[in-house]
T-cell receptor, first 112, second 113 residues
Framework: AQSVSQHNHHVILSEAASLELGCNYS??????LFWYVQYPGQHLQLLLK??????LVKGIKGFEAEFIKSKFSFNLRKPSVQWSDTAEYFC??????????FGGGTRLMVKP | SQTIHQWPATLVQPVGSPLSLECTVE??????LYWYRQAAGRGLQLLFYSVGIGQISSEVPQNLSASRPQDRQFILSSKKLLLSDSGFYLCAWSGGGMIDEQFFGPGTRLTVL
């Protein structure tokens, strides 16, 4: 069965630190990959998505993710986090004809 | 622009009582609609999805059911709630493609006592 794994459940960083959140998926073949974010008190919203082309995807608010097919990974990165990046981050994946599968989420706390 | 509404925002119900959660979408037609349950540390679990009126697919067997009586209305129901039904329920919509972004509602926090 398809699955999506997020390695870190909780991450605490200071402002200006660099961020990398891990995501691995178990799909074979063509895969579509997503990162969603849920800020405190807000709706879940899309940060970025990959479905083809350049494996380095840029999203909103300075986030980017790199699709590495050989590692079945789609890690989320940001060079310098801000307090406003405090949120829960979800990786998700699907392939043709299948529904999205979400990872367990990573809670990020950025200390001012 | 499109918006998605869910109500109620919070609900406390006794075990054995019925449940009806409603989700409506505005500003789009013939959306795909989804019900998820979000549990801490376990991400989002897809419960039901619908590609059209009266068309419901269930992803996991459980005490819940879903219906889509109108194009932009999606209802999550139960005849008799269990303690294990407590959780945070999210409705979402998307266009017809697999790579289409899903747009999420504000969610309903259900507590079964």
């Amino acid at each position: 069965a398809q699955s999506v794994s997020q390695h870190n459940h909780h991450v605490i960083l200071s402002e200006a630190a660099s961020l990398e959140l891990g995501c691995n998926y178990s799909y074979g073949g063509t895969v579509n990959l997503f990162w969603y974010v849920q800020y405190p008190g807000q709706h879940l919203q899309l940060l970025l998505k990959y479905f083809s082309g350049d494996p380095l995807v840029k999203g909103i608010k300075g986030f980017e993710a790199e699709f590495i097919k050989s590692k079945f990974s789609f890690n989320l990165r940001k060079p310098s986090v801000q307090w406003s990046d405090t949120a829960e981050y979800f990786c998700a994946a699907n392939n043709a004809g299948n529904m999205l599968t979400f990872g367990g989420g990573t809670r990020l706390m950025v200390k001012p | 622009s499109q918006t998605i509404h869910q109500w109620p925002a919070t609900l406390v119900q006794p075990v054995g009582s019925p449940l009806s959660l409603e989700c409506t979408v505005e500003g789009t037609s013939n959306p795909n609609l989804y019900w998820y349950r979000q549990a801490a540390g376990r991400g989002l679990q897809l419960l039901f999805y619908s590609v059209g009126i009266g068309q419901i697919s269930s992803e996991v067997p459980q005490n819940l059911s879903a219906s889509r009586p109108q194009d932009r209305q999606f209802i999550l129901s139960s005849k008799k709630l269990l303690l294990s039904d407590s959780g945070f329920y999210l409705c979402a919509w998307s266009g017809g493609g697999m790579i289409d972004e899903q747009f999420f509602g504000p969610g309903t926090r259900l507590t079964v006592l």
